[in-house]
């Protein structure tokens, strides 16, 4: 499973950086971590990844200048929790890193309410980025402002980068995010309004987009990472645990 789980941290570590690139934001690489600063005030699209061990944790807190930003644990040998927590950071989410074999799903929808469609222009893009606004409201601006002006190498079509919204009655319900990289399909932003939840969107949402990359574009293999509540639902798709991740929070 070594190299799948190697698989899963490239696939994730591109999927961060690839926009912020694109947009030649501020990403930093080497061999002990990844940082992506973006100057927008919002702990969704700051990221800061250990790779390794060894890593100067004042040196990144520092590099975000007092912007909010995730930090990532988990990749590769490293596991760094402890020393993390005795810098001052506690309680991380934990995040189960997963992989399936797609073509062992069944491609059957069992959500007969949920339309999904790819966004391919600006009026699909803002409806994903209206799901989002209204599940973090308090990030609003900072949702609209990065992904609007993402928008020309997200609606690229050779973009590895491919965004879904599913509709209920013709009204944006769900998100969710394709990364084809390394040799694995990646799913990430998987989201449901509270309105829609238990009703097998999520699960649907994951599935289409798995079918897609296999389909579209060949990939056998998926992966996610998923919380704890998230992992039991993927298993029944077939997902396997490979890791755990620990994400941390951090707002100065």
């Known amino acids: 499973m070594k190299n799948i789980s190697d698989q899963l941290d490239t696939n994730i570590l591109e999927k961060l950086t690839y926009l912020p690139r694109c947009m030649r934001m501020n990403v930093l690489q080497n061999k002990n971590s990844v940082l992506v600063n973006t100057g927008i005030p919002c702990d969704m ?42 810098f001052g950071l506690q309680n991380p989410e ?37 799901v989002y606004k209204k599940l973090l409201p308090t990030d609003a601006k900072a949702i609209e402002q990065f992904y609007l002006s993402a928008s020309p190498f997200i609606l690229k079509k050779t973009s590895p ?47 289409y987009s798995l079918f897609y990359a296999h389909d579209m574009h060949g990939y056998r293999t998926g992966v ?4 704890k509540s998230g992992e039991k639902v993927y298993r029944k798709l077939g997902f396997q645990k490979l890791k755990e991740f620990f994400v941390f929070n951090v707002s100065e």
């Open 161 to 207: 980068l491919k965004l879904f919204v599913g509709y209920v009655n013709q009204q944006p319900a769900a998100t969710g995010a394709l990364f084809l990289h390394a040799d694995v399909a990646g799913v990430w932003d998987v989201t449901t309004l509270p309105d829609f939840r238990n009703m097998g969107i999520a699960t649907n949402m994951v599935r």
């Open 224 to 227: 996610l990472t998923a919380t």
């Open 45 to 86: 699209f700051n990221v800061a990844c250990l790779t390794d061990s060894g890593t100067d944790l004042e040196y990144i807190a520092n590099s975000f200048h007092g912007l909010p930003f995730a930090l990532w644990v988990g990749f590769g040998n490293n596991h760094e929790k402890q020393k993390i927590e005795k």
């Open 94 to 130: 934990i995040e189960s890193g997963m992989y399936a074999d797609i073509t062992k799903m069944s491609k059957i929808s069992d959500c007969k309410i949920l339309h999904i469609s790819q966004v391919t222009d600006l009026i699909s893009l803002r409806d994903f980025v209206e």
